[in-house]
């Protein structure tokens, strides 16, 4: 990839985890109320035919990763479990008294923070609390983040016994002066271990985690660092851009500077170099950051089409409604996004007042609805196109226009009723996003809210 077009543009641009993304929320024109209105119709209108989406935040950790811009509590103390365990667990019951039939479970997921800080029994009391007045689906699938270093063997049996068959590390980066600049230390045995003993209990995906451009990170880095994940061929991998954001109060990121940071050709050579050495054995890229084995779920549902993406990143599956759980996660009805309370005592406090625990939102207008339709359609298929009333919106000539540039680049191909993304324009496709971006384009932020693209 030419040096010329990693600067051009290697600008801030948001993920697009969700549009709108969360700085242009409208949150005059939200309220609870609105948020629950929205997710009782979605639940109508989805729940028989494909069930729902849980995300439950589990924010404690023992130690502070400075590369992780999640919301986190930092504490040793492991009394903070069982507290937290029933605030969730009533939550999930003040949701469940908006519904008229019990919900049917399609997928849930365990994120943090660090979920593996959660005793197995702890677990076990929360995961039982959900689904007991639930239905699962199907083909359901239950997945969770665990930290190397602490993910033991019961806490994988227990969560494998509940129903739990795809685990993601976080592993990183295997070189010791980056893993001391990211306070992460992380030993390749204890990766290999519980790599090893997931597979030996059954689990049918088990991903890894990889990131590129962390400070003092340089091509040979990553290069150590994927010989050694080919070693264990994790079933997917997220192989995603560090993303500086060090005005997020508390992330750590402030311990080293921007010139300890790889420039943005050598944070895409290292990507260029992953992605090479991961098809030597087999790896197919799947969206912007993600690689999967033919085996995989993840790498199917690319294949017929059914490719999702939400605030968990790539999914293999789409359901109209995701209920998110725990301090600062985030649910989306489709017709509308609401946020947790950010810090533990606010989350209990409303809890405590029989309130979800709601301080923020968006519920997209129909201008949102169908700009979301086609940055989704470009993040997970590299193509979108309006050959239907409903798929156009009036400023998409100006959004052609803007792309005509991108179009000489080669990085797309601009058809009478669609566009499609060329192979050398998929590693700027945050970029593609951008142009339909109408509230982006409407308004451009006055500091910097974003990481960088490239």
């Not at 600067?7 to 549009?19: D, E, L, M, Q, V």
């Not at 790889?262 to 969206?287: D, F, M, N, T, W």
């Given at each position: 990839?030419?040096?010329?077009?990693?600067?051009?543009?290697?600008?801030?641009?948001?993920?697009?985890?969700?549009?709108?993304?969360?700085?242009?929320?409208?949150?005059?024109?939200?309220?609870?109320?609105?948020?629950?209105?929205?997710?009782?119709?979605?639940?109508?209108?989805?729940?028989?035919?494909?069930?729902?989406?849980?995300?439950?935040?589990?924010?404690?950790?023992?130690?502070?990763?400075?590369?992780?811009?999640?919301?986190?509590?930092?504490?040793?103390?492991?009394?903070?479990?069982?507290?937290?365990?029933?605030a969730v667990l009533k939550e999930w019951?003040?949701?469940?008294?908006?519904?008229?039939?019990?919900?049917?479970?399609?997928?849930?997921?365990l994120g943090g923070g660090t979920p593996?800080?959660?005793?197995?029994?702890?677990?076990?009391?929360?995961?039982?609390?959900?689904?007991?007045?639930?239905?699962?689906?199907?083909?359901?699938?239950?997945?969770?983040?665990?930290?190397?270093?602490?993910?033991?063997?019961?806490?994988?049996?227990?969560?494998?016994?509940?129903?739990?068959?795809?685990?993601?590390?976080?592993?990183?980066?295997?070189?010791?002066?980056?893993?001391?600049?990211?306070?992460?230390?992380?030993?390749?045995?204890?990766?290999?271990?519980?790599?090893?003993?997931?597979?030996?209990?059954?689990?049918?995906?088990?991903?890894?985690?990889?990131?590129?451009?962390?400070?003092?990170?340089?091509?040979?880095?990553?290069?150590?660092?994927?010989?050694?994940?080919?070693?264990?061929?994790?079933?997917?991998?997220?192989?995603?851009?560090?993303?500086?954001?060090?005005?997020?109060?508390?992330?750590?990121?402030?311990?080293?500077?921007?010139?300890?940071?790889?420039?943005?050709?050598?944070?895409?050579?290292?990507?260029?170099?992953?992605?090479?050495?991961?098809?030597?054995?087999?790896?197919?890229?799947?969206?912007?950051?993600?690689?999967?084995?033919?085996?995989?779920?993840?790498?199917?549902?690319?294949?017929?089409?059914?490719?999702?993406?939400?605030?968990?990143?790539?999914?293999?599956?789409?359901?109209?409604?995701?209920?998110?759980?725990?301090?600062?996660?985030?649910?989306?009805?489709?017709?509308?996004?609401?946020?947790?309370?950010?810090?533990?005592?606010?989350?209990?406090?409303l809890l405590n007042q029989n309130t979800?625990?709601?301080?923020?939102?968006?519920?997209?207008?129909?201008?949102?609805?169908?700009?979301?339709?086609?940055?989704?359609?470009?993040?997970?298929?590299?193509?979108?196109?309006?050959?239907?009333?409903?798929?156009?919106?009036?400023?998409?000539?100006?959004?052609?226009?803007?792309?005509?540039?991108?179009?000489?680049?080669?990085?797309?191909?601009?058809?009478?009723?669609?566009?499609?993304?060329?192979?050398?324009?998929?590693?700027?496709?945050?970029?593609?996003?951008?142009?339909?971006?109408?509230?982006?384009?409407?308004?451009?932020?006055?500091?910097?809210?974003?990481?960088?693209?490239?």
């Amino acid at each position: 990839m030419s040096r010329a077009l990693v600067n051009k543009y290697n600008i801030a641009g948001p993920r697009y985890t969700s549009y709108p993304t969360v700085p242009y929320w409208n949150l005059n024109t939200f309220s609870l109320e609105n948020w629950k209105n929205s997710l009782i119709k979605s639940f109508k209108e989805s729940n028989s035919k494909e069930g729902i989406s849980l995300y439950i935040h589990l924010p404690f950790c023992e130690s502070l990763c400075t590369f992780c811009g999640c919301n986190k509590r930092i504490t040793k103390q492991h009394s903070v479990e069982s507290p937290y365990i029933k605030a969730v667990l009533k939550e999930w019951r003040l949701y469940l008294e908006l519904f008229e039939e019990k919900p049917v479970i399609k997928e849930m997921h365990l994120g943090g923070g660090t979920p593996t800080f959660f005793s197995p029994e702890n677990l076990e009391l929360l995961i039982n609390g959900i689904i007991k007045d639930s239905v699962l689906a199907e083909n359901y699938e239950f997945s969770f983040e665990g930290h190397p270093n602490n993910t033991t063997k019961a806490h994988l049996q227990t969560l494998y016994n509940l129903g739990f068959r795809r685990v993601s590390y976080g592993v990183q980066d295997y070189n010791e002066t980056v893993q001391k600049a990211i306070h992460r230390i992380q030993p390749f045995e204890n990766v290999k271990r519980a790599t090893e003993e997931a597979r030996s209990i059954g689990y049918t995906s088990v991903g890894h985690d990889i990131i590129f451009g962390l400070p003092f990170q340089n091509l040979e880095h990553v290069k150590e660092t994927i010989l050694k994940t080919k070693t264990l061929l994790p079933d997917r991998l997220a192989f995603y851009s560090y993303a500086h954001v060090p005005w997020i109060k508390g992330n750590g990121q402030r311990g080293f500077s921007d010139a300890d940071l790889p420039s943005a050709e050598l944070k895409r050579a290292q990507y260029e170099l992953g992605k090479e050495l991961l098809a030597e054995v087999g790896y197919h890229e799947i969206g912007m950051d993600h690689f999967a084995l033919k085996t995989d779920s993840l790498y199917k549902s690319m294949q017929t089409g059914k490719l999702h993406r939400n605030f968990m990143g790539y999914t293999a599956s789409k359901t109209q409604a995701m209920i998110g759980l725990g301090v600062s996660s985030i649910s989306d009805s489709w017709y509308g996004f609401s946020q947790n309370e950010k810090r533990i005592e606010d989350y209990y406090k409303l809890l405590n007042q029989n309130t979800i625990p709601v301080y923020r939102g968006h519920i997209l207008n129909e201008e949102d609805l169908i700009i979301r339709r086609h940055i989704l359609n470009l993040m997970c298929n590299f193509k979108t196109m309006w050959n239907k009333d409903y798929l156009y919106f009036n400023e998409l000539p100006e959004t052609l226009t803007q792309l005509k540039e991108m179009e000489a680049d080669g990085l797309l191909n601009i058809n009478s009723n669609s566009i499609e993304v060329t192979k050398k324009g998929q590693p700027f496709v945050r970029n593609i996003c951008m142009a339909f971006d109408l509230l982006l384009q409407r308004k451009q932020p006055n500091t910097q809210l974003f990481s960088m693209t490239v």
